[in-house]
C-alpha cells in the first residue's frame, strides 16, 4: 500500500501553504503539501513587487474584493506576530490630467463600497505633500498599503506547517492520478516515481493549475496563460531615497485588461523597481524573453481562447512587447510620473527578478478577473483556477474559505 494521508495540498507557493497551514490549525491530521520545485515558492511567490494591496481595484462583492480586505488585516497581524519586515508605505494612484479624473473617481468610489480603509482623494499639493517628487493633479491615497518580502512570509508558513506535524515534499512533481474510493497520486522526484493515497486533494498549482485540474477530474477551461511582468530599477540613490511609497497610474479601463500599469515600488532590499509590464510568455517557466517550451506553445496555440483573445487585444500585446524591448519606451511612461528621472536613471533588473502571471483565459477569450474555485471527484477535489493579484495579500483569507469549502463537501 502507497503512504497515505488525509488531505494532499499541490503547490508549494504561498497559497498552498496558506491553506496546508489552515487545514493543520483545524486539527487536521495528515496534511502533506506536494511541490514540483527543489524550493517553496519558486514561481509567482517568488518574483513579483511585494506590494500588500488594500483593495482598491476589485469589483464590489467580488472574492478578490472580500478576500483582500480580510486578507489585509490578517496579513498585518501575521507579519507583526511573527516579527516579519514589512512597511506602510501607503499607495498613490495618480491621475496625470483632465482626461484621467473620471475613472480616477470611478476608482475611489468602488474603493469605498468595497470598505476600504483610511482611503482619500488628494490634489497636486497633496500629492506633492506625501511624493514630492510625483507630478499629477489628483490622485487616490491608500495609507495600509505596505511592502514585504512574499517568499520570506512563504518560508514563515512552511516552517508553521513543520511546527504543526505536516509534512512537505519538494521536487515531488504530481504526473498522475487515480480516483477510486481514495485518491492515488503519482509523483516524480527525479527518476524515481512514487504514490500517497488520499482522501481529499486540494490544488493551489499556479502556473500549473490547469493541468493538474485536468489530471483530477477539472474542466478544460479557463487555461492558464502565461504573462511575463518585467522590472527596471531606479539607479539614481537621490530618487530612490525621495520615493517613499508606492506610485500607479490610473488603469486604461479601454485596454480591457487586469493589469494595472507600470509603477513604482520601494522594495524591502532598499531598491525602487519600476513595472511590471504583461508581456505573453513562450513558456510557462519563460522568465527571460526568449525562453520558449514547446509543449507550453502547442497548449496555447491549440486553445480556441488563445485566438480570441489575440485579435482583440493584438495592439495592446504588440505595445507590450515594444516596451519589453526598447528601454527607452519603459521609462518614457515612468518619467511622466516622477519628472525629475533621466533615462540614464533606469537599469534593467534581469531575469531572475521577473515574473510570470498565470492569468485564467476562458474559452471565449476572456481574462478571468476574479478568484475562481472548482470542485471536482464528488467533492473530495477542490482546485484553484485563477488566483493571481492580489492572493498573496489574500492568502490567509483564501485559505480559510478552500479548506471551509474542502471540509464542508
Not at 90 to 108: C, N, Q, T
Not at 112 to 136: F, H, K, M, T, Y
Not at 302 to 324: I, Q
Request: charged share 20%; hydrophobic share 40%; proline share 5%.
Amino acid at each position: 500500500m502507497p503512504p497515505a494521508t488525509n488531505v494532499a495540498v499541490i503547490g508549494g507557493g504561498i497559497l498552498g501553504l496558506a491553506t496546508a497551514r489552515e487545514l493543520l490549525l483545524r486539527n487536521v491530521k495528515g496534511v502533506t503539501v506536494l511541490e514540483a520545485e527543489s524550493k517553496l515558492g519558486s514561481h509567482q511567490t517568488g518574483r513579483n513587487s511585494g506590494v500588500i494591496h488594500a483593495g482598491i481595484y476589485y469589483a464590489p462583492h467580488s472574492l478578490k474584493a472580500k478576500l483582500c480586505l480580510e486578507g489585509l488585516h490578517k496579513t498585518y497581524q501575521y507579519l507583526e506576530k511573527n516579527n516579519i519586515p514589512h512597511k506602510r508605505v501607503g499607495k498613490l494612484i495618480v491621475a496625470l490630467d483632465d482626461s484621467e479624473l473620471p475613472e480616477l473617481h470611478r476608482i475611489f468610489v468602488n474603493a469605498q463600497e468595497n470598505a476600504v480603509p483610511e482611503i482619500r482623494l488628494v490634489d497636486a499639493g497633496g500629492i506633492r505633500d506625501i511624493e514630492p517628487e510625483c507630478s499629477g493633479i489628483a490622485a487616490i491615497h491608500s495609507p495600509l498599503t505596505g511592502v514585504v518580502d512574499w517568499g520570506l512570509v512563504a518560508d514563515h508558513y512552511a516552517q508553521d506547517i513543520r511546527n504543526l506535524g505536516g509534512e512537505i515534499l519538494t521536487s515531488a512533481r504530481v504526473i498522475g492520478v487515480n480516483c477510486n474510493d481514495t485518491i492515488t497520486l503519482n509523483y516524480k522526484t527525479g527518476d524515481k516515481v512514487s504514490t500517497l493515497s488520499t482522501e481529499r486533494v486540494i490544488s493551489c498549482a499556479g502556473l500549473q493549475s490547469d493541468r493538474v485540474a485536468q489530471l483530477l477530474d477539472g474542466l478544460r477551461a479557463p487555461q492558464i496563460l502565461p504573462v511575463r511582468g518585467e522590472y527596471l530599477r531606479v539607479t539614481n540613490p537621490h530618487i530612490v531615497k525621495r520615493i517613499r511609497g508606492n506610485i500607479y497610474p490610473v488603469p486604461d479601463s479601454g485596454t480591457g485588461t487586469p493589469f494595472l500599469g507600470v509603477h513604482f515600488t520601494p522594495t524591502m532590499s532598499g531598491e525602487l523597481i519600476v513595472g511590471p509590464n504583461a508581456v505573453l510568455a513562450f513558456s510557462r517557466a519563460g522568465y527571460r524573453p526568449l525562453d520558449f517550451s514547446l509543449r507550453d506553445m502547442k497548449d496555447m496555440l491549440s486553445y480556441p481562447g488563445f485566438w480570441h483573445l489575440a485579435r482583440r487585444f493584438w495592439r495592446y500585446g504588440a505595445a507590450e512587447f515594444y516596451r519589453s524591448i526598447f528601454l527607452s519606451a519603459a521609462t518614457t511612461a515612468a518619467q511622466r510620473y516622477v519628472p525629475v528621472l533621466k533615462s540614464s536613471d533606469f537599469e534593467r533588473r534581469g531575469a531572475q527578478f521577473s515574473g510570470i502571471r498565470a492569468q485564467a483565459l476562458g474559452l471565449k477569450g476572456e481574462l478571468v478577473d476574479d478568484f475562481v474555485f472548482e470542485t471536482a471527484a464528488d467533492g473530495r477535489v477542490l482546485h484553484t483556477r485563477n488566483a493571481p493579484s492580489p492572493a498573496a495579500t489574500s492568502s490567509l483569507s483564501i485559505a480559510r474559505m478552500i479548506v471551509d469549502k474542502s471540509l464542508s463537501s
